[in-house]
Nanobody, 127 residues
Framework: QVQLVEFGGGLVQAGDSLRLSCTAS????????MGWFRQAPGKEREFVGR????????CYADSVKGRFTVSRDNARNTVYLQMNSLQQEDTAVYYC????????????????????WGQGTQVTVSS
């Protein structure tokens, strides 16, 4: 089992940047595939991005590609989501999640493969 805690949400204006962090405990962090998901009011949870254990081979949802970056610091047991050029459509609760198996991007973006989840952090983008 792994425990995940997100930090860094808040209220920003359109065009701003924000960085979310997620710290893991309870299991060797470098063995985990780490992902970010989000859920807007009235919508289903959707994949944002994920990074493999080594920090390589990140993949992203089309809606955030080129604006968001997922990275990790294995020495700090932390995964980051750098969000640039934020838009109102990015308003959501953001969750980090851990998968124990590396998978290709087309499969590895499915929420059902992520066994552990954080509590979520709210990101609100105003116009």
């Amino acid at each position: 089992q792994v425990q995940l805690v997100e930090f860094g949400g808040g209220l920003v204006q359109a065009g701003d940047s924000l960085r979310l962090s997620c710290t893991a405990s309870g299991r060797t962090f470098r063995g985990l595939v780490m992902g970010w998901f989000r859920q807007a009011p009235g919508k289903e949870r959707e994949f944002v991005g994920r990074v493999l254990q080594s920090g390589d081979t990140a993949c992203y949802a089309d809606s955030v590609k080129g604006r968001f970056t997922v990275s990790r610091d294995n020495a700090r047991n932390t995964v980051y989501l750098q969000m640039n050029s934020l838009q109102q459509e990015d308003t959501a609760v953001y969750y980090c999640a851990a998968d124990f198996t590396p998978r290709p991007c087309d499969v590895g973006r499915e929420a059902r493969y992520f066994a552990s989840w954080g509590q979520g952090t709210q990101v609100t983008v105003s116009s």
